[in-house]
């Protein structure tokens, strides 16, 4: 008979403990939106700067999370320049009001000349 509630007891606080972890980590997940761009070889390095510059100052918005940017280092795609843009949103709703400003329409002119390949995707990242 002592068994029955010494197996409730540990199950109770095995479900407390549960719900804590659960209750700790709410709100942990973040959303990423990854961009990678793979320049034209003849691109001009000031209109790829433009570019990096306008990822630079959109990361400035209050919408934004965090943002890192850098350079593929890959071995894969020997003589490609990509770029990866990093940005990090605490919700949807950031992702879509900071696709309402004004300087993100200007990422699409920009790339538009000097692309050869974009892609992007989102996620939720559990911390």
Partial sequence: MKKIPLLLIFTFVFVLTGNIHAQNNAGTAVLRHIVTISFKKDAPADSI????KIYLDLSKSSFVKDFETGTDI?????GVLRHVYMTTFVS????QNY???PE?????KVSMAIAD???AVDYWAEK
Avoid: G, H, W
């Fill in 74 to 78: 890959s071995t894969r795609d020997p």
């Fill in 99 to 101: 696709k309402k400003i």
């Fill in 104 to 108: 993100y329409q200007r990422l699409f």
């Fill in 117 to 119: 390949d974009v892609n």
């Fill in 49 to 52: 700067k433009a570019l990096d």
């Fill in 92 to 95: 949807k709703e950031d992702m």
